[in-house]
T-cell receptor, first 112, second 114 residues
Framework: KQEVTQIPAALSVPEGENLVLNCSFTDSAIYNLQWFRQDPGKGLTSLLLIQSSQREQTSGRLNASLDKSSGRSTLYIAASQPGDSATYLCAVHPYNTDKLIFGTGTRLQVFP | DAGVIQSPRHEVTEMGQEVTLRCKPISGHNSLFWYRQTMMRGLELLIYFNNNVPIDDSGMPEDRFSAKMPNASFSTLKIQPSEPRDSAVYFC????????????FGDGTRLSIL
């Protein structure tokens, strides 16, 4: 059974720091891995999607890497800003289903 | 382009009542997903449709829950009768090609059963 774990559960940092959020999964048979952001009272917003054949994806200050063989992904946030404060979730897309399996998220707070 | 639209945004009702949640996916998307989010269990997939056909409903908690997608632009999730433990935020999401494209989420319906 696929399980997705995110560490840390919560993180509080001063503005300007570079951050690394971690995601691990137990079964490497996946189509892709996705990173989402969730603001309070809102739905999830897709940040990056990494196909299983890819090693990383970048969007602005965000960079996500994928090591499928070791079951790990990291989301790197450069030069963090207070507007980055949100909960970040990763999700894997297993083979033979379109049912995403989500981690429990990392709650990030960036203070001025 | 409008995103995924859910209604109502908030629903408060007494246990035993029927609850109907509505979702309009992004035009052209052919996959639709219903999720439930709680503090205890996180985000769980309840059911998903491809081309209006239910594919996997293994996440539907029990027979009190039902979902329909009568056409490509509308879906409902119904709870009858509702119970306090059904209180949660319910999200709808849609995708063009789930294996290649991300899912787009609505803002959710916050459901409180008294």
């Amino acid at each position: 059974k696929q399980e997705v774990t995110q560490i840390p559960a919560a993180l509080s940092v001063p503005e300007g720091e570079n951050l690394v959020l971690n995601c691990s999964f137990t079964d490497s048979a996946i189509y892709n891995l996705q990173w989402f952001r969730q603001d309070p009272g809102k739905g999830l917003t897709s940040l990056l999607l990494i196909q299983s054949s890819q090693r990383e994806q970048t969007s602005g200050r965000l960079n996500a890497s994928l090591d499928k063989s070791s079951g790990r992904s990291t989301l790197y946030i450069a030069a963090s800003q207070p507007g980055d404060s949100a909960t970040y979730l990763c999700a894997v897309h297993p083979y033979n289903t379109d049912k995403l399996i989500f981690g429990t998220g990392t709650r990030l707070q960036v203070f001025p | 382009d409008a995103g995924v639209i859910q209604s109502p945004r908030h629903e408060v009702t007494e246990m035993g009542q029927e609850v109907t949640l509505r979702c309009k996916p992004i035009s052209g998307h052919n996959s639709l997903f219903w999720y439930r989010q709680t503090m205890m269990r996180g985000l769980e997939l309840l059911i998903y449709f491809n081309n209006n056909v239910p594919i996997d409903d293994s996440g539907m908690p029990e027979d009190r829950f039902s979902a329909k997608m009568p056409n490509a632009s509308f879906s409902t999730l119904k709870i009858q009768p509702s119970e306090p433990r059904d209180s949660a935020v319910y999200f709808c999401a849609s995708s063009l090609i789930p294996r290649d494209q991300p899912q787009h989420f609505g803002d959710g319906t916050r459901l409180s059963i008294l």
